[in-house]
Structure formats: structure tokens, C-alpha cells
């Protein structure tokens, strides 16, 4: 019998027990639209790495995407209620690997005909 085999040492020093994670962001006021508010929302359960082209240039504002390092291995799907001076808002925060996988669950659901 064939098989493939590999010889590694058991050390956690080889282990990555961080993920890189593309979070998409709705409900995101115009005027908080900055990089230090993109870096604070990735603080939330990570560290913040990139923002996205078309979210850095202001060229879509209905959805922005940014990239984060994160030791959480949930998948990130979460509603965030932030207060900027006296406003509230819901922002939906959601990574793109959850998006997916939410997509594939409710597809369960529905019947084929």
C-alpha cells in the first residue's frame, strides 16, 4: 500500500495558533469611515492588518473589508454596538470564511425540487 508519510517533531513551537481573517463590516457611519476606526474594530478580536482598496479610497460605503490576525478560532459573526458622541450604531461585523459557511448551513434548510 502507498502512502504518504511525514516525519515532524511534536513541538508547539511550529504551531500557528493565529488565523488571518477578512472581516466585512456593514453599517459603518460615513464620518467614523478612518483607518484608526478599522484598527479599533479589528482590536476587537484581533490585531488589525489591512484595509481593503476600494474601502481605503471611500469608493464603496455600503460594505468595507479589512483583514485581521486573530487567536480566536469561532467563526466571527457578531453585531457591535458602538457610540460615537451621542449616536449609536450597530455595525455587523462578519468574516468572510463565516459568511460562507452560514451560506452552505441555511442552504441545508431549504428543500430541492
Avoid at 67 to 86: A, G
Wanted: hydrophobic residues 35%; contains cysteine.
Amino acid at each position: 500500500m502507498n502512502g504518504l508519510k511525514h516525519n515532524a517533531t511534536k513541538s508547539s513551537t511550529y504551531l500557528d495558533h493565529e488565523r488571518l481573517v477578512w472581516i466585512k463590516g456593514r453599517g459603518i457611519p460615513t464620518y467614523a469611515w478612518t483607518k484608526n476606526f478599522f484598527i479599533l474594530m479589528g482590536s476587537l478580536y484581533g490585531d488589525f492588518l489591512y484595509l481593503d482598496d476600494l474601502s481605503m479610497n471611500r469608493e464603496r460605503l455600503d460594505v468595507a473589508h479589512f483583514s485581521i490576525r486573530t487567536k480566536t478560532q469561532d467563526l466571527i459573526n457578531y453585531v457591535v454596538r458602538i457610540k460615537i458622541d451621542e449616536d449609536v450604531f450597530d455595525i455587523k461585523l462578519v468574516d468572510k470564511g463565516s459568511e460562507d459557511c452560514l451560506k452552505c448551513i441555511q442552504g441545508r434548510n431549504r428543500k430541492v425540487h
